[in-house]
C-alpha cells in the first residue's frame, strides 16, 4: 500500500467537499424542504392523513413511470407488504442476493419465509442470472406450475433482485429466469431511485417493488420508502394493509383482517416532495462525481471505480471502488477513515451472519470475492456540498 497516494486521494476528497471530515453520505437540505414541512405543520395534518402524502405518491409514480405509489415508513415495510402482495407465506423461499443490506433478509422472514441466498457477477454486482438458471436446473423441480426445492421440499415462490449500490441488474435475463421457472419479481429497489436498464426505471419490472427515502439516500423523507406497481388492485389492497386494514366508515373503527401500521406520515411526505424536485439534479452531480473519481483512482495502481454497464444509466448512489489486493482492504479504510475520509466496506454477507447461517445457499464465490475488494466512498453531490446539513 503505497501512503503516499492514499494520503492525495484523501487531501483531494477534503478539497472537494471544503470539509475536515467528509461523510459517506449527507442528506442536502436547499430548496423548499423548509416551506413544505412548515405549511405541514400549520395544517395540522402531521400524520398518516393529508395532502403531501398524496402528492408525493403521485409525483413518485410519475417520476419512475408506474401507475401507483404506496409510501410507508421505511423500505423495510415496503419490502415486507410487497411480498404479501405477491403471495409468499410461512415457509416458502425467497430467492435473494448474499450481497446485500441485511433488510432484504429480514423482509423475507417478517412472513415467516426462509431467505435462499444466491450468487452475484461482478459486471452488475446484482444477481447473476446464468448461474441462478443453472442452480434452478440443478436443485429445483417444477410441481403443477410452481418451482420447488428439492432438497428442502420447500415452495421457491420469489425472486429479489437487488440494484446494488444504485446499479441496474441485469433484469432482462433475470425476467427470463422467472418467467421460466414461475417465479414472482419483487425488485428491491431501495437505492436506485433515478436508475435505468434499458431507458426503463428500476422498480418498474416486477410486479411489485420496493425504494427506500432513508437519510442516507440519493432523496430522503427522514424515513421512508414506497412500494411501486403497475397493478392498481395491488395498490389499492397495499394502501389497505399499510393503513392497518382499516375499513372506511364515518366514526367506527373496524378492521377487516391483521394489517400493519406503516403508512408514511404527512410530515415526512412534505419533506419529500421538496426533495423529488432536486432529483435530476442529484443524479447528474452524483454522475458528475463518479467521472471525478475515475480520474482520481486512475492514478492508483490497483484501484479502479466500479462503473455502470453499458445498457443501464446508474444514479451512482455509493462511489465504490474495487481493489486489486484484498490483503490491504482493512489498512485502506483505517488510513482513510484515520484522515477524515468516510469509507465503508460492502455489508456482511448475509450467509455469514448468525441468523442466516443455516438457510439455503448457492454457490456464493463471486459474493465472497466482492465483499474482499469492495470499499464505498464519499458520495454527497459535489454540486450540493455547501448546503449539505449534517
Not at 416551506?35 to 405541514?40: A, G, L, N, S
Not at 442516507?216 to 420508502?225: A, P, V, Y
Not at 464465490?365 to 450540493?384: F, K
Request: glycine share 6%.
Amino acid at each position: 500500500m503505497n501512503n503516499k497516494q492514499w494520503m492525495e486521494l484523501a487531501t483531494l476528497i477534503k478539497a472537494e467537499y471544503q470539509k475536515e471530515v467528509v461523510g459517506l453520505h449527507e442528506p442536502t437540505f436547499n430548496h423548499k424542504e423548509v416551506e413544505y414541512v412548515t405549511d405541514c405543520i400549520k395544517s395540522g395534518w402531521v400524520s398518516s392523513v393529508g395532502s403531501y402524502v398524496n402528492r408525493f405518491e403521485e409525483e413518485l409514480a410519475r417520476f419512475v413511470g408506474v401507475k401507483r405509489a404506496v409510501a410507508v415508513v421505511n423500505g423495510t415495510a415496503a419490502l415486507h407488504i410487497s411480498l404479501k402482495l405477491v403471495g409468499v407465506v410461512e415457509e416458502d423461499e425467497v430467492l435473494i442476493p448474499s450481497l446485500t443490506f441485511v433488510a432484504t433478509a429480514n423482509a423475507v422472514t417478517y412472513i415467516r419465509a426462509i431467505p435462499h441466498f444466491v450468487d452475484v457477477n461482478r459486471e452488475s454486482l446484482g444477481i447473476d442470472p446464468m448461474k441462478l438458471e443453472g442452480y434452478l436446473e440443478s436443485i429445483g423441480e417444477l410441481r403443477q406450475g410452481e418451482l420447488y426445492n428439492k432438497n428442502t421440499n420447500r415452495r421457491i415462490k420469489a425472486l429479489v433482485p437487488m440494484h446494488t449500490f444504485g446499479h441496474p441488474c441485469m433484469m432482462d435475463e433475470l425476467i427470463s429466469v422467472c418467467e421460466k421457472f414461475n417465479l414472482e419479481l419483487v425488485e428491491d429497489a431501495a437505492e436506485s431511485l433515478g436508475s435505468y436498464y434499458k431507458e426503463k426505471h428500476t422498480g418498474s419490472f416486477g410486479r411489485v417493488s420496493a425504494v427506500s427515502f432513508n437519510g442516507n439516500k440519493i432523496i430522503t423523507t427522514g424515513g421512508g420508502g414506497a412500494i411501486l406497481t403497475d397493478d392498481e388492485i395491488l395498490a389499492d389492497y397495499a394502501k389497505h394493509l399499510t393503513t392497518t386494514a382499516k375499513v372506511p366508515h364515518q366514526w367506527m373503527y373496524l378492521h377487516d383482517e391483521i394489517g400493519f401500521n406503516y403508512r408514511m406520515p404527512n410530515l415526512n411526505a412534505a419533506l419529500g416532495c421538496a426533495q423529488l424536485e432536486k432529483l435530476p439534479s442529484f443524479i447528474e452531480s452524483k454522475r458528475k462525481l463518479a467521472e471525478t473519481y475515475s480520474l482520481w483512482l486512475e492514478e492508483i495502481e490497483g484501484v479502479r471505480l466500479f462503473k455502470e454497464i453499458s445498457i443501464a444509466r446508474s444514479n451512482y448512489w455509493l462511489q465504490t471502488m474495487l481493489i486489486e489486493d484484498k490483503n490491504h482492504k482493512e489498512e485502506i479504510l483505517e488510513f482513510l477513515n484515520g484522515q477524515g475520509v468516510m469509507c465503508r466496506p460492502v455489508w456482511s454477507p448475509l450467509h455469514t451472519l448468525k441468523m442466516y447461517q443455516s438457510c439455503p445457499r448457492s454457490d456464493l464465490s463471486e459474493t465472497e470475492y466482492l465483499n474482499a475488494v469492495i470499499i464505498s466512498m464519499p458520495s454527497t453531490p459535489l454540486s450540493e456540498v455547501s448546503t449539505v446539513e449534517s
